[in-house]
């Protein structure tokens, strides 16, 4: 089946920080990946995807690189604001008629 | 424009008891698309309606229920509620349906749903 792994928090960084939030996928087929954001209080936003093999996804200043041959799609910033304080949902979606399965998330904690 | 709405915010409810929660698309979607987040876990797909029907179901008892309406709005209920019912159920709207080619979901704020 598919399933999400990303690394558990809280991450707690100082402010201008490097960040790297871990995400692994299991799929059959050839899934989309995404990462999400969840702000207090508020609904989930697409924060960056890639469709592809080899494919970066960018916004905000956030990357991350879909790597087929480690299954993965981690989440890097190079330097982290307060406002970045949420939490991040690594997701995919597999080829087909199929519905977003996420990770458990990651809370960011970024200290002034 | 207005996003995807959610109605209500919140809600508290006892165990056995009825539910429904409500959906408003982001203007010129057509799919709407409910997930249940338990707190501290990602969110879990409950189903997916499209042109009024039901079409994609994830791994939930028959107890989840849903209805779109001719205007894309959409509703869920839950039947003779359990504790472990309590969660945030969001609601994501797209246009056609999401997976064949992606279509970005837009997802709401939430209804936080706690039954004791």
């Known amino acids: 089946g598919n399933s999400v792994t990303q690394m558990e928090g809280p991450v707690t960084l100082s402010e201008e920080a490097f960040l790297t939030i871990n995400c692994t996928y299991t799929?059959?087929?050839?899934?989309?990946l995404f990462w999400y954001v969840q702000y207090p209080g508020e609904g989930l936003q697409l924060l960056l995807k890639?469709?592809?093999?080899?494919d970066k996804g960018s916004n905000k200043g956030f990357e991350a690189t879909y790597r087929k041959e480690t299954t993965s799609f981690h989440l890097e910033k190079g330097s982290v604001q307060v406002s970045d304080s949420a939490v991040y949902f690594c997701?995919?979606?597999?080829?087909?008629?199929?519905?977003?399965?996420f990770g458990k998330g990651t809370r960011l904690s970024v200290i002034a | 424009d207005a996003g995807v709405t959610q109605s209500p915010t919140h809600l508290i409810k006892t165990r056995g008891q009825q539910v429904t929660l409500r959906c408003s698309p982001k203007?010129?979607?057509?799919?709407v698309s409910w997930y249940q987040q338990a707190l501290g876990q990602g969110p879990q797909f409950i189903f997916q309606?499209?042109?009024?029907?039901?079409?994609q179901r994830g791994n939930f008892p028959d107890r989840f229920s849903g209805h779109q309406f001719p205007n894309y709005s959409s509703e869920l209920n839950v039947n003779a509620l359990l504790l472990g019912d309590s969660a945030l159920y969001l609601c994501?709207?797209?246009?056609?349906?999401?997976?064949?080619?992606?279509?970005?979901?837009?997802f709401g704020p939430g209804t936080r749903l706690t039954v004791l």
């Open positions: 994501a709207s797209s246009l056609g349906l999401a997976g064949a080619t992606y279509n970005e979901q837009f």
């Open positions: 799929a059959t087929g050839y899934p989309s």
């Open positions: 890639a469709t592809k093999a080899d």
């Open positions: 997701a995919l979606l597999n080829s087909g008629n199929t519905p977003l399965v």
């Open positions: 203007s010129g979607h057509d799919t």
């Open positions: 309606y499209y042109e009024e029907e039901e079409r």
